[in-house]
């Protein structure tokens, strides 16, 4: 048998060696499945990868950090946003590809080069590799692979690294975006890291280039114009209003529906709106129906919902708090959630900005729960009308009237301005603000835009007067907008049929 001590394989990932005394060695396991083509969604391909056990390391032994960014989801609408701002209302040649790094793991740096670490000769070792090994014998990773618990984090500072080297510069706000601009701050390209996943959005003659680039350091499979990204579909395309890019995620939620419909073995019902317009659920005291299909379901659907389905928020929030107990009544509502989706559902338009100033509704709902008479707070985030965030959330104290809660919720409508605000000016390199805040009441208005304290207003939480704050620095300017007009209502609470009708098709079509 040739010798195989100290012999590099596999393009210098392993090293096979005799294990040191004293040293741990990990397990490995193959994982088999078949992977979606990106441009032929009917098209699927076998893949095998070895990985590593990683729940057999130990931190602090095998490892020290293990966290690793991951792509927000406001930050990737924003970056939709300005590609259509900057093609459709610029006119300047921009074009959004994505690309795909293959196997990025096997090509990050091990985080501690000095520190080696073992695993056992996996099953088919000598069939790839035509070495055979002897019984003593184990693998020194000298690479990263698939599994090790730290892999991802060692990816994000290699990937890093290559990025900067190209000319592109890390976000101080989401460690996610890369921004590449010329001497003079005009912004160029933007890209979006999502481990191995990259939306790249620029001028066409950068696009290219930098995708040329990248292939120098790591082979990247080039998927060509954003259609896909995270498991949402994109697609352009223009109407009688103009130029959009819908998001979509049929598949997906057809899906749901029919894991709901194969679990209560019936068709569901369509309903009119996501919601029971009546008092929220409560905690149940019985025996759970069905946890583990409840638990999959909420989870599922939070996911579209997070991406591309903004009514659904409410509705979704409340079902959401009770993940450990579910009952009938939770399943009544859950129920009505599908049968929205089944019977409503269709693909979020986004359409260019009018300008690059964030727009935000902000709204709340007092004291809806019954129980600990908490308030809600709901807003949707847009730039220049181009929805970008939506988010629904209990407060998290009790407030003592709705000029108060709404107040509170201002507070959480301002903190996402903020974000906007400073993402637009270190993307573009101008300040696009004030942002501007519509909210329904006149007398958390008042108060944000005044400094004095009353009776009813002296023991307010000092953290909510950051908006009084962003009003003084002249980041927010607040405008009163009438109940019925403001779409964050429907982040608040379950609105009647004629609310929902009225405004939910104007968020979809992209007409707000």
């Known amino acids: 048998m040739e010798s195989i001590r100290d012999r590099n394989v596999l393009g210098g990932l392993i090293k096979l060696s005799s294990l040191p005394t004293g040293t741990r060695v990990l397990g490995t396991r193959w994982i088999f499945k078949w992977k979606q083509d990106g441009f032929d969604h009917d098209k699927y391909t076998e893949k095998a990868r070895l990985v590593v056990k990683g729940y057999e390391q130990i931190s ?220 929220p659920p409560k905690k149940n005291e019985g025996l759970s129906v069905s946890n583990k299909q409840y638990r999959s379901l909420i989870g599922k659907i939070m996911f579209a919902v997070r991406k591309c389905i903004p009514d659904c928020m409410n509705a979704l929030r409340e079902l959401s708090s009770f993940l450990d107990n579910d009952g009938e009544d939770h399943w009544r509502r859950l129920g009505r959630i599908v049968g929205y989706m089944k019977g409503h559902y269709k693909p979020l338009k986004l359409r260019p900005p009018e300008t690059l100033t964030p727009i935000i509704y902000a709204d709340s709902d007092y004291a809806l729960d019954k129980k600990d008479r908490k308030s809600i707070s709901g807003d949707l985030s847009t730039i220049g009308k181009t929805l970008v965030n939506w988010r629904s959330k209990k407060q998290t104290g009790v407030t003592l009237s709705s000029t108060e809660a709404e107040y509170v919720a201002l507070s959480h409508a301002a903190t996402e301005a903020k974000f906007l605000l400073m993402m637009l000016e270190e993307t573009t390199g101008t300040f696009h603000g004030p942002a501007i805040i519509h909210e329904d009441n006149q007398g958390a208005i008042f108060i944000a835009n005044n400094d004095s304290l009353g009776q009813q207003t002296k023991h307010i939480n000092i953290r909510y007067r950051y908006t009084n704050q962003l009003i003084q620095e002249g980041l927010i300017v607040l405008k009163y907008i009438k109940t019925d007009e403001n779409y964050a209502d429907l982040e608040t609470k379950n609105v009647t049929e004629a609310i929902h009708t009225k405004l939910a098709p104007r968020i979809y079509d992209g007409t707000m």
């Open 60 to 279: 602090g032994v095998d490892y020290t950090e293990s966290y690793s960014p991951v792509a927000n989801e406001t930050t990737v609408n924003l970056g939709i946003a300005l590609g259509l701002y900057y093609k459709h209302v610029l006119k300047q040649d921009w074009i959004e590809h994505v690309i795909d790094v293959e196997t990025a793991f096997l090509h990050a740096e091990r985080l501690n080069s000095d520190k080696k670490t073992y695993i056992k000769v996996p099953s088919g070792f000598e069939e790839l590799t035509g070495i055979k090994t002897g019984t003593d014998d184990v693998i020194e990773l000298t690479g990263v692979l698939y599994g090790e618990v730290d892999a991802p984090l060692a990816w994000a500072i290699t990937f890093k690294k290559i990025l900067t080297k190209i000319g592109f510069k890390q976000s101080l706000i989401d460690p996610c975006l890369y921004i590449m601009q010329d001497k003079k701050m005009t912004l160029e390209v933007l890209m979006m890291v999502h481990v191995d996943d990259c939306k790249i959005t620029g001028s066409r003659e950068k696009v290219m280039w930098i995708k040329k680039e990248i292939k120098k350091h790591v082979p990247i499979k080039d998927l060509g114009e954003l259609r896909k990204f995270l498991g949402v579909n994109y697609k352009a395309g223009t109407d009688k209003i103009g130029p959009y890019i819908g998001v979509d995620m049929t598949e997906y939620v057809e899906e749901i529906i029919r894991d709901y419909e194969l679990h209560i073995g019936e068709e569901a019902t369509i309903f009119p709106t996501p919601g029971y317009n009546e008092d």
